[in-house]
């Protein structure tokens, strides 16, 4: 099994799919060079950042979905990481410096239904499909994260 590292990064002016970039500088607020065209459901501390697995996507590829990195919306796409794992409350280390904690599920929006061949995005549902969701975090600790850089998860509750 390879390490766990960050695959990609991705941002956008808003909007998917976010597009890949090498590096970010990641603030409280989420990547400094992402917006979210509606700030009602997307973006804020409590939804900083939002993760996916490669895994995950690489399976929905092979059941026909023309989804790939950056395209459900996610900000940092991880290889490597037991994915059924990655819950509320885990706390991850992104490279260096960026510590994160899972603070949610999130939602499956309409904006990506075109990445899905039956155009449900509910497929990445928690509810109707547990394991498979992306999630949001608060970020905990700022700094700058790059493709390639390692992964560290635990299970650590906040203090």
Same mark, same amino acid.
């Given at each position: 099994?390879? @390490?766990?590292?960050? =695959?990609?990064?991705?941002?956008? *002016?808003?909007?998917?799919?976010? /597009?890949?970039?090498? *590096? &970010?500088?990641?603030?409280?607020?989420?990547?400094?060079? #992402? !917006?979210?065209? #509606?700030?009602? @459901?997307?973006?804020?501390?409590?939804? &900083?950042?939002?993760?996916? $697995?490669? !895994?995950?996507? /690489?399976?929905?590829?092979?059941?026909?979905?023309?989804?790939?990195?950056?395209? &459900?919306?996610?900000?940092?796409?991880?290889?490597?990481?037991?994915?059924?794992?990655?819950?509320?409350?885990?706390?991850?280390?992104?490279?260096?410096?960026?510590?994160?904690?899972?603070?949610?599920?999130?939602?499956?929006?309409?904006?990506?239904?075109?990445? =899905?061949? #039956?155009?449900?995005?509910? *497929?990445?549902?928690?509810? @109707?499909?547990?394991?498979? $969701?992306?999630?949001?975090?608060?970020?905990? *600790?700022?700094?700058?994260?790059?493709?390639? #850089?390692?992964?560290?998860?635990?299970? !650590? $509750?906040?203090?």
């Amino acid at each position: 099994m390879q @390490h766990p590292r960050i =695959f990609q990064i991705s941002t956008s *002016r808003g909007g998917v799919p976010k /597009l890949a970039v090498p *590096r &970010a500088a990641i603030t409280l607020e989420g990547p400094t060079t #992402d !917006e979210q065209a #509606d700030l009602k @459901h997307h973006g804020g501390p409590e939804r &900083a950042l939002c993760l996916y $697995s490669l !895994e995950r996507i /690489l399976e929905l590829q092979t059941e026909g979905h023309p989804i790939f990195p950056g395209a &459900a919306g996610e900000n940092i796409t991880l290889v490597g990481l037991p994915w059924e794992d990655v819950v509320p409350g885990c706390r991850i280390k992104l490279g260096g410096t960026v510590e994160i904690e899972i603070a949610s599920f999130t939602t499956p929006c309409a904006t990506i239904k075109g990445f =899905f061949r #039956d155009e449900k995005p509910n *497929r990445i549902s928690q509810k @109707h499909h547990p394991g498979w $969701s992306r999630v949001y975090a608060r970020v905990l *600790r700022e700094g700058m994260v790059g493709v390639g #850089d390692p992964v560290v998860m635990s299970q !650590e $509750s906040p203090s």
